[in-house]
């Protein structure tokens, strides 16, 4: 279900066990520099000229055991920083081991191997990138192909440095595996999700309650509809949509399947908490609208119910900190996760594996950020990273379908944070089979979420 994401103090461990360390060393170097060598070739068949970007550490050893491999196979490789009439540059300036921003006078490197116009092949990670983080604090190599050692680093799966690293090729160079806190999430996890038996009923085969549908706004029921049928699509057996009665009518000419109550004024927690009577797991947001009356509601169930909830979308803003009963899975994108934290986006996507946790830790729940690298924060345990999605999910109503869908998994009984990590793969499985990913929308998730889970 998992594949190890390496911290730098991890790789640093893995190395260290190797038989014979630290005077096996050269060893290493010698399988890691020749893997860059056969990777570039393979890459660049049409190169003539390699320059090679060599640190003092290790990193820039395995660059230096590069360039000797590729003159042998007749390329013309040099170690140098004048990068004139190069093919390929080779960086190998800092390693996994590199924090904090780079000085002057590499940033001002980095920045000419950024602007030398051909391809750049990264060793190990792209220098700048933090290994253990993703974060870049300063400048960065932007490389088309990263050849990184013996498992994935954390910083090549989390943005912003997977936005960095191009092509990523894992090397084996001889090294054990080592348990690693952060993981990434493989289509394997979708096995878990229970599918129906022929004892089920609608109820035990995962009974979802929908909470939304600010009324006087179309667009906010046909958003509650769309979770509902995400839910539904995602083998949910039976799935209630709970809305303001305004928003009832749009409600039944939107959706068929569900089971539509209307709350009269004033009587919205009340009708919610009779209709999560049978459910196994809410989903509160989608739709829902964003005034006083919408937050007391979201902080009352919470409150009250004991069962999972979902909490996304409207149900995020004027979140707190409270006395929840409820189990919450808190799934916001960068913008709703960042006022739970009173920053701004851009610090949230610089720090994404920290502003997870850290919702995670301050609200006693888990944290579904929602992105390119979906990340899956949870109290005390190690961050699941999901990048199963392609680019057409960045789409609207596309973070509805998520909700459905873990709501779904969710009243199955999958523990919140598998049931979080197998919904976010679900959901970017969906979004691969759509055949035109260009102009992709949300309902064609929906549409393809049977086959996903098939």
């Not at 090294?175 to 599918?195: D, F, G, M, S």
């Not at 919205?268 to 007391?296: K, M, S």
């Not at 594996?353 to 301050?362: D, G, K, Q, Y």
Request: net charge negative; glycine share 12%; proline share 6%.
């Amino acid at each position: 279900m998992f594949e190890a994401l390496y911290s730098a103090a991890e790789m640093r461990a893995a190395e260290e066990a190797y038989p014979g360390y630290p005077a096996t060393v050269p060893e290493l170097m010698e399988r890691a520099g020749a893997a860059v060598a056969t990777e570039l070739l393979r890459a660049y068949p049409t190169a003539r000229r390699v320059v090679a970007v060599c640190g003092d550490g290790s990193n820039g050893g395995d660059g230096r055991v590069a360039v000797r491999g590729l003159r042998e196979a007749g390329l013309g490789a040099e170690e140098t920083d004048v990068l004139d009439g190069a093919d390929v540059v080779i960086d190998a300036l800092f390693g996994t081991g590199f924090r904090g921003a780079p000085r002057k006078e590499a940033a001002a490197l980095i920045e000419r191997i950024n602007t030398s116009g051909v391809p750049v092949v990264a060793v190990d990670i792209p220098s700048g990138v933090d290994a253990s983080t993703g974060e870049t604090p300063g400048a960065a190599v932007r490389a088309d192909l990263t050849v990184t050692f013996h498992g994935l680093k954390v910083g090549l799966a989390v943005a912003p440095g997977r936005f960095l690293a191009g092509e990523v090729v894992v090397a084996g160079i001889g090294l054990r595996p080592v348990a690693t806190a952060a993981q990434r999430v493989t289509t394997e996890i979708l096995r878990l999700v229970p599918h129906r038996g022929a004892e089920d009923t609608k109820y035990t085969a995962g009974s979802v309650l929908v909470v939304g549908g600010s009324p006087g706004m179309t667009g906010a029921a046909a958003l509650t509809s769309l979770a509902a049928e995400a839910a539904l699509r995602a083998d949910a057996g039976y799935v209630t949509v709970a809305v303001p009665e305004a928003s009832l009518p749009a409600v039944e000419a939107l959706v068929l399947e569900p089971v539509k109550v209307g709350w009269p004024d004033g009587r919205a927690l009340e009708t919610v908490l009779a209709a999560a009577g049978r459910a196994g797991a809410v989903a509160l947001g989608p739709g829902l609208g964003r005034d006083e009356e919408a937050h007391a509601l979201v902080r009352a169930l919470l409150e009250r119910l004991e069962l999972p909830v979902v909490v996304d979308a409207d149900a995020l803003f004027g979140l707190e900190p409270g006395a929840w009963k409820a189990r919450a899975v808190l799934t916001p994108h960068a913008g709703e996760l960042a006022r739970l934290l009173g920053r701004d986006a851009a610090w949230v996507n610089a720090h994404r594996l920290e502003a997870a946790s850290t919702v995670a830790e301050r609200f006693s729940c888990v944290c579904l950020l929602k992105g390119a690298d979906t990340i899956v924060a949870a109290p005390g345990e190690g961050a699941l990273v999901c990048d199963l999605g392609p680019p057409s999910l960045a789409t609207a109503g596309s973070g509805d379908v998520l909700s459905g869908i873990l709501a779904a998994f969710l009243a199955k009984g999958l523990e919140p944070r598998l049931a979080a990590a197998a919904a976010a793969a679900a959901h970017g499985v969906a979004a691969t089979l759509v055949p035109h990913q260009a102009g992709l929308v949300a309902s064609d998730i929906v549409e393809h979420l049977p086959a996903a889970l098939g």
